[in-house]
């Protein structure tokens, strides 16, 4: 009977231990980096207020990152002879970013404490400071090394295009092991930024559920042909996060055919109504959302380090 009472104290005190370590990680480095979050929060600042664009584009960044192999920085990797990385996939090329805001503030974090931060967490806080800087909410809680290898393959079918539908949007994101209503949550991040000419054609141009007078304006910058990188608005707010992206789904001018088709008389109308309606709990639900992708780890044997050069292996 005491050795199963002694037996039990232990694994007690194991279980609060590892509950504490939990309840404490956005201290990670409250010892071995202490200006960390200041130092990122500096250069995301600087960054938005050269560029408001910045803070969403961060934010997608991070994204395209943590849907591929996890939260693990393979999307800073360059090219090498040896290595097609992510940065050339289809959703990313000319498309994705901000890797120099990224090498500014990894030169300041080394600067502060070598070899210390990852680059995986710098990303992450740069997301996070981004959308806060545009008056979003963001908790980020996960902390993660960097990956030595990356793949343009995965990138171009792990990560949802444009053209999806519902019923793909629903099962992409299920395989990262989110729910149809956290995919939507999620989908709220184009409350800020903008969306290329190329990625929305197709939709002003073809898709009948879009409102005439929201369509004759973005055709006016996005003609049949050329003009691909020409820019739009991801919502009518796009340097502002806000609830205004689900208000304007349901007067039909979601900016993407998969921005849409979350109010196209499908499983999400509901929940978009619900957020176009109630600020608070599209940011609760977003806040929670983004928790629990920062979370998503790279696969079981993924070798991974802390690099000193975002962009190449140690």
Same mark, same amino acid.
């Given at each position: +009977?005491?050795?199963?009472?002694? %037996? ?7 279980? @609060? ?6 309840? @404490? ?13 200041? /130092? ?13 664009? +910045?803070?969403? %584009?961060?934010?997608? +960044? ?16 360059? #090219?090498?002879?040896? &290595? ?10 000319? %498309? ?6 990224? #090498?500014? /503030? ?13 680059? =995986? !967490?710098?990303? =992450?806080? =740069? ?7 545009? $008056? ?32 793909? @949007?629903? *099962?992409?994101? =299920?395989?990262? $092991?989110?729910?149809?209503?956290? &995919?939507?949550?999620? %989908? $709220?991040?184009?409350? /800020? ?10 939709? /002003?141009?073809? !898709? ?19 003009? #691909? ?5 991801? #919502? ?28 196209? $008389?499908? *499983?999400? !109308?509901? @929940?978009?109504?619900?957020?176009s309606m109630n600020s608070i709990t599209f940011r609760k639900d977003f806040e929670n959302a983004m928790i629990k992708m920062g979370n998503l780890s790279p696969a079981s044997g993924t070798i991974t380090e802390i690099r000193k050069n975002c962009r190449v292996v140690n």
């Amino acid at each position: +009977m005491a050795s199963i009472n002694v %037996s039990y104290f232990f694994i007690v005190l194991f279980l @609060l231990a590892f509950s504490a370590n939990a309840e @404490l990680s956005s201290h990670f480095y409250s010892k071995s980096c202490p200006r960390l979050k200041w /130092i990122v929060r500096a250069g995301m600042a600087k960054a938005v207020n050269r560029d408001k664009r +910045m803070g969403a %584009s961060m934010l997608r +960044m991070f994204f395209h990152d943590c849907f591929v192999n996890g939260c693990e920085a393979s999307v800073l990797l360059d #090219d090498t002879p040896t &290595m097609r990385g992510e940065k050339n996939a289809f959703p990313n090329r000319n %498309s994705l970013r901000g890797f120099e805001v990224i #090498d500014d /503030i990894k030169t300041e974090v080394e600067a502060a404490c070598k070899e210390t931060v990852s680059c =995986a !967490d710098i990303l =992450a806080l =740069a997301a996070r400071d981004g959308a806060d800087l545009l $008056g979003g909410p963001f908790g980020m809680y996960a902390w993660s090394k960097d990956s030595r290898t990356a793949s343009e393959s995965e990138a171009n079918n792990n990560l949802p295009a444009p053209s999806s539908n519902l019923s793909t @949007l629903i *099962s992409m994101f =299920a395989v990262k $092991g989110f729910n149809a209503n956290e &995919m939507t949550a999620m %989908s $709220g991040a184009h409350t /800020i930024g903008m969306g290329q000419c190329q990625f929305f054609r197709t939709r /002003i141009y073809n !898709d009948t559920n879009i409102n005439s007078a929201f369509a004759a304006q973005r055709r006016a910058n996005c003609p049949l042909n050329g003009g #691909d990188s020409n820019l739009a608005p991801l #919502d009518s707010t796009d340097i502002k996060f806000d609830n205004k992206y689900f208000i304007d789904l349901i007067n039909q001018c979601g900016l993407f055919h998969s921005d849409q088709e979350l109010s196209n $008389g499908g *499983s999400q !109308d509901a @929940l978009v109504r619900t957020y176009s309606m109630n600020s608070i709990t599209f940011r609760k639900d977003f806040e929670n959302a983004m928790i629990k992708m920062g979370n998503l780890s790279p696969a079981s044997g993924t070798i991974t380090e802390i690099r000193k050069n975002c962009r190449v292996v140690n």
